[in-house]
């Protein structure tokens, strides 16, 4: 433990069971299992717990906390008891029933669907325009380097940012992970930034995969940072 090779996890409660010991910090495991548990299907938080220890299930909504604000895990609003999920909660799965209820209505009074939907829109009013609309690469490198140095104000001098971290930051700018990516490799292509790649990629989960970008190597880019020369 002293020498970095082996980890404890310590229970927070008085009574507490025996510690865990694990090679790798626990918090990075945990957080591993609870992606890839989600991966495909939902969980509410009782069902993220009942495998786990007792030692890991009590701070299993602290580990969680990160993951929600980074945007990384969603809650979707209860249904059949509250969830979380890797997807956004469509509003579809949540309101059928009072859109339903809306259209027998309408067709009651003599509303076609059609009718209805286009008056929904009219009382919703007409779709804001992005003030962020991208038009030329200067633009979108100014964009791309100011989020980098709201995310890290060291990025100005040369400091890296993690690239998930970048995409989320930039979601209302570049609405698709494909434009992001390209965007990112034409300013490396340009030589306007410098790109890092993950040093062990067979450890990466799928998720952690998705959410960098492919650097044709077999690795994958994870950090980028803004030339200096």
Request: charged share 30%; aromatic share 6%; proline share 8%.
């Amino acid at each position: 433990m002293a020498a970095g090779r082996l980890f404890q996890w310590q229970a927070k409660a008085a009574k507490a069971p025996a510690p865990i010991y694990s090679l790798e910090l626990l918090p990075g495991l945990v957080i591993r299992y609870i992606l890839g548990r989600l991966d495909g299907k939902d969980a509410t938080l009782a069902e993220l717990k009942k495998p786990l220890p007792p030692h890991i299930r009590n701070s299993l909504k602290e580990l969680l906390e990160p993951l929600v604000q980074e945007k990384k895990v969603k809650w979707h609003p209860p249904f059949k008891g509250r969830y979380l999920s890797l997807r956004d909660p469509n509003p579809l799965d949540f309101l059928s029933p009072e859109i339903r209820k809306l259209l027998d209505k309408g067709k009651r009074l003599g509303f076609s669907p059609e009718a209805v939907s286009h008056a929904v829109q009219q009382w919703i009013g007409p779709k804001e325009v992005s003030p962020i609309a991208p038009r030329s690469a200067s633009e979108i490198q100014e964009i791309i380097f100011q989020a980098m140095k709201r995310l890290k104000p060291a990025a100005s001098t040369g400091a890296l940012v993690y690239l998930p971290d970048l995409r989320d930051a930039l979601r209302e700018v570049f609405r698709d992970k494909d434009s992001f990516d390209q965007a990112i490799l034409k300013l490396a292509e340009t030589e306007e930034v410098q790109l890092q790649s993950h040093s062990l990629p067979a450890k990466l989960s799928e998720e952690e995969r998705r959410s960098m970008i492919d650097n044709g190597r077999g690795s994958y880019f994870m950090a980028i940072g803004i030339r200096m020369e």
